[in-house]
């Protein structure tokens, strides 16, 4: 490792002793081995700092910091961010697992585009053409809300310019949907490389806050704050596009309170409801079957073809 690390990678970690392991390892097998690997652990209570503090002692390029107290998942992961070394910054869940090819694909793609501030992977690939694509603010806003979805990646799916992420403020801490909530801000602001998907393997399981009631009360509120940003004057989208997104987001808001209500859960769904705060009319002039597009936020060239970059093409001719 370098004095300055290309890259540090940020494994925020609370009470993880069962899967922790397997994520610092994951990490440590990277073909790209520029990074420190910083640990930092919310207090835990059970054996996740013993088992982070052997490999800090067998591997020079992990440190392992320890809050004094539990700051939140959030908060955590800001103080992380706030002592990265690394000129970009990747985090990494404590219950995930990062494919070796992991680093080297997300650096070598987002170093190669200096007009995006972060690059996004994802679970699964991404609709509307092939990686990586270079995407606008109104590009992005397409995507979520015309398209099939670009704000539901987690933190560990993104890769960050160190720098970037400080100048845009790092997370907001508002629970479990803060993520989505800084999609929602920065995407409406700056450019976004989306590189290919499968770089990871994120791991569900019953102990993830996620799962919790107060999770669901928090989840409850972000469509409101979808349709807030939809109607401010920092929305990238066209008037037409604006309208079209505000039918697709009032739609989703009654199918989720329709399963709130059907699963007995009536807290949630009144708390979606009244977050959203639409009017009757609100109601009445946007409630419409949804349209939405897998080409919605894809780049194009000035043929309407998918723009193909200059990583995937053939550096010798073919044929005469």
């Known amino acids: 490792m370098s004095a300055v690390p290309t890259v540090s990678v940020l494994l925020t970690t609370y009470n993880r002793e069962k899967y922790v392991a397997a994520a610092i390892e994951s990490v440590l097998s990277q073909t790209f081995g520029d990074f420190e690997l910083l640990i930092a652990d919310d207090h835990s209570t059970d054996t996740t700092v013993p088992i982070a503090r052997a490999y800090e002692k067998s591997d020079t390029r992990v440190r392992v910091i320890v809050n004094e107290a539990n700051l939140g998942q959030f908060r955590n992961r800001n103080r992380a961010a706030g002592l990265a070394r690394g000129v970009f910054l990747k985090y990494h869940d404590s219950d995930d697992f990062m494919y070796p090819h992991c680093l080297m694909t997300m ?106 009631e107060r999770a669901a009360q928090e989840y409850a509120l972000l469509l409101g704050e979808a349709w807030r940003a939809i109607h401010s004057s920092q929305c990238p989208l066209l008037p037409e596009e604006r309208e079209q997104a505000k039918r697709n987001i009032a739609f989703s808001l009654l199918k989720h309170t329709y399963r709130d209500g059907r699963s007995g859960r009536w807290g949630v769904a009144t708390r979606r409801l009244r977050a959203a705060a639409l009017s009757w009319r609100d109601w009445l002039r946007y409630l419409r079957p949804p349209r939405r597009t897998a080409l919605a936020g894809t780049p194009l060239d000035e043929n309407g073809d998918y723009l193909v970059s200059a990583w995937t093409q053939p550096s010798v001719k073919v044929g005469g």
């Open 107 to 212: 650096v070598t793609l987002l170093a190669a585009e200096p007009r995006a501030s972060f690059a996004l992977s994802n679970g699964w690939c991404w609709p509307g053409g092939p990686c990586p694509m270079l995407l606008t603010p109104r590009m992005c806003y397409q995507r979520e809300f015309l398209g099939f979805g670009l704000f539901m990646c987690g933190p560990s799916g993104a890769l960050f310019r160190t720098e970037s992420f400080a100048a845009l403020g790092g997370f907001p801490e508002r629970g479990v949907g803060s993520d989505y909530l800084f999609w929602l801000s920065v995407c409406a602001r700056v450019n976004v490389l989306l590189v290919p998907a499968d770089l990871f393997w994120y791991r569900i399981h019953s102990q993830q806050e996620l799962h919790t």
